[in-house]
């Protein structure tokens, strides 16, 4: 167990849909970081938050968001879906802008 | 351009065979290696990492990982591979960001 939670732990929904995904970072760790996996694409990078403030931006859709709140919990928004954004979401956290990273257990997302 | 790769896509071993996972980066900076395993249904979990000094580094579960910076290379070893084994392994390099490898699928038979 990393300390980092996620949930939901499974998401099943429809396309055109809109749906959130909530990440709880390990106490202490400051940044909270989102990736796919999906098999065509592997592990790619979406978006970093260090402290409520974006850092860094990876290959994020812009029908995609995320925001960290005050008490640096994350959520990553996912509207207008599409089959092709079904795959699983990593959250991972850090102690600092740029130290090592740990995973939480993801969320299985499924767009029917 | 900041990358990473991983040559062998499948891999598949007997138990007590020994394994080598190759990573190799491009990037003109200091970098900070990493080695990931993950494990059928789980999650990403951190085997070693590597930031300075001694480039042979040892991680959890008998895995080991050297840096070779004239070869910017940062493989993976274990002498004598267990059933348990059986996962997915990802290189990851930060530069100036965090990349990782597509993986390499380990599968180890009795």
Request: with cysteine.
């Amino acid at each position: 167990d990393s300390g980092v939670t996620q949930t939901p732990k499974h998401l099943i929904t429809a396309t055109g849909q809109r749906v959130t995904l909530r990440c709880s970072p390990r106490s202490g760790d400051l940044s909270v970081y989102w990736y796919q996996q999906s098999l065509d694409q592997g592990l790619q990078f979406l978006i970093q938050y260090y402290n409520g403030e974006e850092r860094a931006k990876g290959n994020i859709l812009e029908r995609f968001s995320a925001q960290q709140f005050p008490d640096l919990h994350s959520e990553l928004n996912l509207s207008s879906l599409e089959l092709g954004d079904s795959a699983l979401y990593f959250c991972a956290s850090s102690v600092g802008e740029s130290g090592t990273q740990y995973f939480g257990p993801g969320t299985r997302l499924t767009v029917l | 351009a900041q990358s990473v790769s991983q040559h062998n896509h499948h891999v598949i071993l007997s138990e007590a065979a020994s394994l080598e996972l190759g990573c190799n980066y491009s990037y003109g900076g200091t970098v900070n290696l990493f080695w990931y395993v993950q494990y059928p249904g789980q999650h990403l979990q951190l085997l070693l990492k590597y930031f300075s000094g001694d480039p042979l580094v040892k991680g959890i579960k008998g895995f080991e990982a050297e840096f070779i910076k004239s070869k910017f290379s940062f493989n993976l070893r274990k002498p004598s591979v267990q059933w348990s084994d059986t996962a997915e392994y990802f290189c990851a390099v930060r530069g100036d960001k965090l990349i990782f490898g597509t993986g390499t699928r380990l599968q180890v038979f009795p």
